[in-house]
């Protein structure tokens, strides 16, 4: 419960425009990464279809996805605490 009330942005020092905005860019391009994974991995999965064998290479494709997401996610969060913690300086590209 904590952390998700670290992520709904309570807390002793509120976010500034700045700081929201770089926050929902940063979700905006994770987002975008994880539909694009799934994307390919749903084309992956219809170019197998029911050839034999492929159930093995479709779990491997599954797994790869699930690791990719969890990374995507836990690369985002750390982004987010960044932004919350550090001061509002301009992005760097």
Same mark, same amino acid.
């Given at each position: ?13 509120? *976010?500034?425009?700045?700081? %929201?905005?770089? /926050?929902?860019? *940063? @979700? ?5 990464? /994880?539909?694009?994974? =799934? &994307?390919? *991995?749903?084309?992956? /999965?219809?170019? *197998?279809? !029911?050839? +034999?064998?492929?159930?093995?290479? &479709?779990?491997?494709? $599954?797994?790869?996805?699930? @690791?990719?997401?969890? %990374?995507?996610? $836990? $690369? !985002?969060? =750390?982004? &987010?605490?960044? &932004?919350?913690?550090? +001061?509002?300086? +301009?992005?760097?590209?």
């Amino acid at each position: 419960m904590e952390r998700a009330g670290k992520l709904a942005g309570s807390g002793a020092n509120p *976010l500034t425009d700045d700081q %929201k905005a770089r /926050i929902a860019e *940063l @979700r905006k391009k994770a987002e975008a990464k /994880i539909a694009e994974s =799934r &994307i390919m *991995l749903d084309d992956k /999965i219809a170019k *197998l279809g !029911t050839q +034999p064998g492929s159930q093995a290479t &479709i779990m491997e494709a $599954e797994d790869n996805v699930r @690791r990719e997401v969890a %990374k995507i996610e $836990e $690369e !985002t969060g =750390r982004g &987010i605490e960044k &932004i919350r913690q550090g +001061p509002s300086a +301009p992005k760097s590209s």
